[in-house]
């Protein structure tokens, strides 16, 4: 069972990359593997094109939403939000120039979907107590 799940998030983060790869060709993203040398990395990492990427996917929310449309699909009810987390850590920490390795612990990739996890339900009850409030006030005003 435990060989089936890492299977398959293995070809989960396959597709996470291929579609991030995808998603920033036009920007000239050059491909790299998991299992290329360290040195590569650390020539990718520092690249001036992996800096663009990571700066425009921390500020344009565009990016990730068309990495998650070509991983999951166009609706965004049916992405599990588990999967999401998960694919929002992986870019992230890929593109991240501070980050030494394109490979995350399994202690590390768990703690920050958690953390992610934490703040998008936080997210979900803002949102949810702005709507009762707003549907109160205007039930109110009428």
Request: with cysteine; aromatic share 12%.
């Given at each position: 069972?435990?060989?089936?799940?890492?299977?398959?998030?293995?070809?989960?983060?396959?597709?996470?990359?291929?579609?991030?790869f995808s998603t920033f060709?036009?920007?000239?993203?050059?491909?790299?593997?998991?299992?290329?040398?360290?040195?590569?990395?650390?020539?990718?990492?520092?690249?001036?094109?992996?800096?663009?990427?990571?700066?425009?996917?921390?500020?344009?929310?565009?990016?990730?939403?068309?990495?998650?449309?070509?991983?999951?699909?166009?609706?965004?009810e049916k992405r599990p939000?588990?999967?999401?987390?998960?694919?929002?850590?992986?870019?992230?920490?890929?593109?991240?120039?501070?980050?030494?390795?394109?490979?995350?612990?399994?202690?590390?990739?768990?703690?920050?979907?958690?953390?992610?996890?934490?703040?998008?339900?936080?997210?979900?009850?803002?949102?949810?107590?702005?709507?009762?409030?707003?549907?109160?006030?205007?039930?109110?005003?009428?």
């Amino acid at each position: 069972m435990l060989r089936k799940i890492r299977s398959f998030r293995g070809t989960l983060a396959s597709r996470i990359r291929a579609a991030m790869f995808s998603t920033f060709a036009a920007d000239k993203l050059p491909v790299i593997n998991t299992n290329d040398s360290s040195n590569e990395v650390s020539a990718w990492k520092n690249s001036s094109v992996v800096a663009e990427c990571f700066e425009k996917l921390k500020t344009n929310g565009d990016y990730i939403n068309k990495i998650l449309d070509k991983v999951y699909g166009t609706d965004p009810e049916k992405r599990p939000v588990v999967q999401v987390a998960f694919t929002v850590v992986l870019v992230y920490y890929v593109l991240n120039p501070k980050k030494e390795h394109i490979k995350i612990k399994e202690e590390i990739l768990q703690r920050k979907i958690r953390k992610y996890l934490v703040c998008f339900c936080k997210y979900l009850k803002c949102m949810l107590y702005n709507i009762i409030n707003n549907e109160f006030y205007l039930f109110r005003t009428k």
